[in-house]
Each structure stands twice: as C-alpha cells, then as structure tokens.
C-alpha cells in the first residue's frame, strides 16, 4: 500500500531524512548512483549533460563525483545558472571559475547560456514518486527549465530514497522525470 502525501508533507519528511545521513554514507550512495548512472546509460564523448552543483550543508547527492567522471571522458558538462525567476545552463570546463549565488548555490561566473541540445539533464530533487513527479524545494526552476528548453532527451532524478508514496498534489505544470537513478534500483517511467 501506498502512502499519498503532499508536496510540503513530503518536503519535510524527505529534508529529515536526508539530514539524518553522514556524510560518510552521502558520499558511498553517491557513488553508487553514479555507478548506477554509467550502467544505465551508454555515454561517450562529447555528449553534454546538465548537472546540478550539489549544497553540502543540505546533504545532497555529491555531484563532483560526476562532475570529475564526466571530465575524465570527454563529456561535456554543463550547469544551472539561476537568472532573474529562471535557470539556464552554462558550460564549464575544469578551469571555470564559481561563485556563490544570494540562494547559496555555487554558480559558474560565466553568464553564457548554453543553446544546445542537452543529452541528460541531472537533476535535484527531496523525492520523487512511482509516477516521475518530483518534489524540489518548491520554487519551480526546475519545471519551468524543463518546460522551455526542449532539447532535452532525458530528464533524471538522483536520489538516495526509493519512490514508496504518491504525491497528492501534482500540478499540471509540473514536469515529471523520465528516469530516477537510486543507490539498489533504477526506475523508468
């Protein structure tokens, strides 16, 4: 049986669960996700991957761990930049040059959105459900980017907690994942 909770229930649920890991164990799921990612998806040179710069103090997903494999590869990386109520995607290269935005978030000082077709779009979220709906931290960047920048082929949710409850209040703006890569499974929708 499913559970169904809201956006805000699943919010704070998730924040404290995720609060409730070392960072000792961030780091091993981390790796397990990117090791999940590689095993899921074939990728090669030159393809481009938008990928969020992980908040340590929030215990989100190391990112870097990505971040150096894809660099490692000849992958080319790209990341969101938050400008004016929207996102855009910047490339960075291993000498970019990063600054701490007002939300607190590591941005590249670069301010040349990207115009490409993006192959992965990696994305944050608290939780995500059996459906591809996701919750984030409730100010809808992520929807909206998802929304206006069409070139995208995968939209993919990196999480440390598997989809067990249903979100009750998905709005019809919001954009689901195509894949959510977990530590133990990977769930397609």
Known sequence: MN????KN??????????????????????QKLLENFILQFNISENQK?????????FNEVNTQIFIDYFFENKIRVFVPKIQGEKIISVEIFRDS?????????KEPISNIASNVELD?????LLYCDKFGNRVGYGKGFYDQFFSEYSKIEKKIGVNFFAPNEIISDVYEKDVQLDVLIAPDKIFKF
């Open 49 to 57: 991957i938008n990928i969020f710069l992980s908040i340590e103090k």
């Open 9 to 30: 229930e699943l919010r704070t649920l998730y924040k404290t669960k995720r609060m409730a890991i070392s960072q000792d164990e961030v780091n091993f799921l981390s």
């Open 97 to 105: 040059e990063f600054e701490i935005n007002s939300w607190g978030i």
């Open 120 to 124: 992965y779009v990696l994305t944050p």
């Open 3 to 6: 559970l169904s909770r809201t």
